[in-house]
């Protein structure tokens, strides 16, 4: 036990040292939520009980923002993301849609172009408007015990219609419900007045648990004491338990989808750089990360201005905090899922 303490006390100190320098002139926004980013609005629609455990979270943008995409994961579930690379006729997305259900649940976008269309938000064209609806799933086939209750395009449409900017729901919620550890969201605001945001649907074949400490692997990236956590006991954190339990390795199909946007003014090869930097978030706070099972993706979404132009010193900064950022919001679903502070409640005793 001592040895195990003597790792966790390593790590806070670790800690400790680390997150000034990393969040150096850094804030939450209000409610530390994706919906502190101006344009972004954040719906859920879930079902749980009577064989069901899944659900769609919808992220809008009514007024359109500039969006990209990086995949890194060997299984993705993806749809209309082709047109997110740079070069083409389209670079704005309305919504994007993360669901459950694994290729089934790409149905969910369907419901969410329905609803837009019956807005009038979409690429105008002649006779109407084409909602662009970039979407991508994770797997959670059958955790509500009956594989055939997945997410169609009725939790798109309904998902869609309660979209708002009020601080995001966590856990198990939305594209959350049927995760391994739930969803979460975080935000943080820039010296530069920026703003950036994520939110995750934390379903990885890793785990986000450091074994050593029995501590997120993210809390080093901590703005103030946004998660509340101490070093578990040596009790807690015994060796004899193997230290954080990972998931059950008897499920090779995972996958962790998240977005990250900002209020800046970027294009969209901007946007996809931002996509690609951010996807370091996810391995910063989750191990092992991007296997073969897993579908890895992280949206990319700007809704500023993208005929402003900014040096390279602010669109690295907005980069990094991308990352930072999502890495918290990795810790923020592990936290609101529960089942972490259950198995390690001395490290919880001060939420």
Same mark, same amino acid.
Request: aromatic residues 6%; negative net charge; glycine residues 16%.
């Given at each position: 036990?001592?040895?195990a ?6 790590a806070?100190?670790?800690?400790t040292?680390?997150?000034?320098a990393?969040a150096?002139g850094?804030?939450?926004?209000p ?5 502190d980013v ?8 879930s ?16 007024n359109? !923002? =500039? $969006? +990209?995409v990086?995949?890194?994961? %060997? ?7 082709? *047109?997110?690379?740079? &070069?083409?006729?389209?670079t704005?997305a ?13 149905a969910?976008?369907?419901?969410t172009?329905q ?5 009038g938000?979409g690429?105008?064209i002649?006779?109407?408007?084409v909602?662009?609806?970039p979407?991508?799933i ?8 009956d594989f ?7 939790f798109?449409?309904?998902a869609a219609?309660?979209?708002?900017t009020a601080p995001v729901e966590?856990g ?8 391994r550890?739930?969803? !979460? =969201? $975080? +935000?943080?605001?820039?010296p530069? %007045?920026y ?6 649907? *934390?379903?990885?074949? &890793?785990?986000?648990v ?6 997120p692997?993210?809390m ?6 946004e998660?509340g956590?101490v ?10 338990d ?8 008897g ?6 989808i998240?977005l990250?946007?900002t209020?800046?003014?970027?294009n ?18 989750i ?6 099972g ?6 990319a ?7 402003e ?5 602010d ?5 990094n905090?991308?990352?930072d950022?999502?890495?918290r919001?990795?810790v ?11 198995e390690?409640?001395?490290a919880?005793a001060?939420?």
């Amino acid at each position: 036990m001592g040895r195990a303490w003597s790792s966790v006390a390593a790590a806070l100190l670790l800690v400790t040292a680390f997150a000034p320098a990393c969040a150096a002139g850094q804030r939450p926004g209000p409610s530390n939520t994706i919906t502190d980013v101006d344009g972004i609005e954040v719906g859920h629609d879930s079902r749980t009980g009577d064989g069901w455990l899944s659900g769609t979270t919808v992220i809008l943008m009514r007024n359109g !923002g =500039t $969006a +990209s995409v990086d995949v890194q994961g %060997g299984a993705p579930g993806t749809r209309e993301t082709d *047109l997110l690379a740079p &070069g083409g006729l389209v670079t704005q997305a309305h919504a994007i849609v993360l669901s459950g259900g694994s290729a089934f649940g790409l149905a969910a976008a369907t419901g969410t172009m329905q609803w837009l269309e019956e807005q009038g938000i979409g690429f105008p064209i002649a006779g109407g408007v084409v909602p662009i609806v970039p979407s991508a799933i994770l797997f959670d086939l059958g955790r509500g015990g009956d594989f055939s209750k997945r997410p169609d395009a009725e939790f798109g449409y309904r998902a869609a219609a309660a979209a708002g900017t009020a601080p995001v729901e966590q856990g198990r919620v939305g594209a959350g419900t049927g995760a391994r550890y739930g969803l !979460g =969201t $975080a +935000s943080v605001v820039l010296p530069n %007045g920026y703003t950036v945001g994520a939110i995750v649907g *934390l379903n990885p074949a &890793g785990s986000p648990v450091n074994p050593e400490t029995c501590m997120p692997y993210g809390m080093f990236l901590e703005l103030g004491d946004e998660f509340g956590l101490v070093p578990p006991s040596a009790d807690d954190c015994a060796p004899a338990d193997g230290g954080a339990a990972g998931p059950d390795s008897g499920e090779s199909f995972n996958t962790t989808i998240a977005l990250v946007a900002t209020d800046a003014p970027l294009n969209q090869t901007q946007a996809q750089r931002m996509a690609m930097v951010s996807n370091s978030g996810l391995a910063r706070s989750i191990r092992p990360i991007h296997n073969l099972g897993d579908g890895d993706a992280v949206f990319a979404v700007a809704t500023g201005d993208p005929g402003e132009a900014l040096g390279n010193a602010d669109l690295q900064a907005l980069y990094n905090a991308a990352a930072d950022a999502l890495g918290r919001a990795v810790v923020h679903a592990l936290l609101a899922e529960g089942g972490y502070c259950e198995e390690y409640p001395s490290a919880c005793a001060g939420r």
